[in-house]
């Protein structure tokens, strides 16, 4: 692997013409699909940046987003497809990491080369761009579904994350996430939306960016989608991040895309469960457990009347831990 980073910077210095990296032997590393069920933290890697992508399964997120779209010039296009064909298809692929392909938008030049020439990588996921109708997730659910017969793959194993950032895709938001059982995550790409609007970026944090955030985090949960908090641009301010996060969080966000490794580890902290309320969580289940086995419909738990919905909170949280539900 390191020949192939040493072929690609001579590359991108004009040292090397682009069809020496074509040559590059290919050998599928080990695939398993994504189980793990946090997504706290979607850190952004762009798919020229060899010095992030060499150190990208080193970092502690738990969605690694390698990006073709806006994070790679024009000029570079053609290069970060190929490069990171070869730097995914000669890796292992484990089932604690989620590794998704960002692609262009469907209705761009660059979408059916970025499909086409990344769908042998097998990554975990696909991430479409610029959403703006239910029919753009069909067009790739199809598309995946004809790759996996062709190639004897069970059906369903490469899922759809979403980037929700056009007044389009906000308007028919419920559509779109019902478009395909594949879409198992959508990103709010509010700093786009704001702008394809025509308003300036301050308004992101006023009362029309808090009724956007809530509508998108309603109509994901209702659907079991996990809504993905926007990216915050100031990499470093940590504590503006930390801040906007744990709001967030109160919303009902899931995680949070990431422009840093440092925004990682306070996105980990911010969206994983507090100890005591795993705790909690345990007590409810195996409580209303005995309850049921019992023929009792309801238990009292520290003064608090516990019925199912309540029930079905606590197995969610131990279930996002990865923790048993049964007690």
């Keep these: 692997m390191e020949e192939l980073f040493e072929i690609g910077e001579k590359v991108l210095n004009g040292e090397l013409p682009l069809e020496a990296l074509e040559g590059y032997p290919e ?12 997504r706290r933290s979607a850190l952004m890697v762009s798919a020229d940046r060899l010095k992030h992508l060499k150190k990208a ?15 790679v010039s ?9 490069f990171l064909r070869k730097f995914l298809v000669n890796s292992d692929l484990k089932s604690d990491k989620e590794v998704v392909i960002r692609v262009n938008p469907i209705d761009s030049p660059f979408f059916y080369q ?11 996921a696909f991430r479409l761009s610029k959403v703006k109708t239910p029919e753009d997730v069909a067009a790739l659910d199809k598309l995946l579904t004809s790759f996996e017969k062709s ?10 994350h979403l ?12 559509s779109i996430l019902k478009a395909s059982e594949r879409v198992k995550a959508a990103y709010l790409g509010i700093l786009d939306l704001f702008a394809s609007l025509g308003l300036p970026q301050s308004k992101e944090a006023g009362a029309l960016g808090n009724y956007i955030r809530e509508k998108f ?9 996990h809504p993905i908090a926007p990216a915050y641009q100031n990499y470093q301010d940590l504590d503006g991040f930390k801040e906007e996060a744990l709001k967030e969080k109160e919303l009902g966000f899931k995680g949070k895309m990431c422009i840093s490794v440092k925004q990682v580890e306070v996105a980990n902290e911010v969206f994983s469960p507090l100890p ?3 705790e909690r969580a345990k007590k409810i289940v195996k409580l209303y457990q005995e309850a049921e086995r019992k023929g009792k419909g309801g238990i009292t738990y520290q003064g608090e009347f516990i019925d199912q919905p309540i029930y079905k909170g606590a197995l969610s949280l131990l279930r996002q831990v990865g923790l048993n539900e049964s007690f």
């Design 217 to 225: 985090v309603f109509e994901c949960r209702s659907l079991g989608v």
């Design 276 to 278: 005591e309320e795993v």
């Design 114 to 124: 970025d499909l086409t020439y990344l769908l042998p990588v097998l990554p975990h």
């Design 151 to 160: 190639r004897g793959i069970e059906e369903g194993f490469i899922k759809i």
């Design 74 to 82: 024009e000029k570079n296009k053609e290069f970060a497809r190929l």
């Design 27 to 38: 050998v599928l590393g080990e695939r398993e699909e994504f189980e793990a069920p946090l």
């Design 57 to 71: 399964f080193m970092r502690e997120a738990d969605v690694i987003n390698f990006n073709l779209e806006d994070g």
């Design 163 to 174: 980037s929700i950032e056009t007044p389009e895709a906000l308007n028919s938001l419920n």
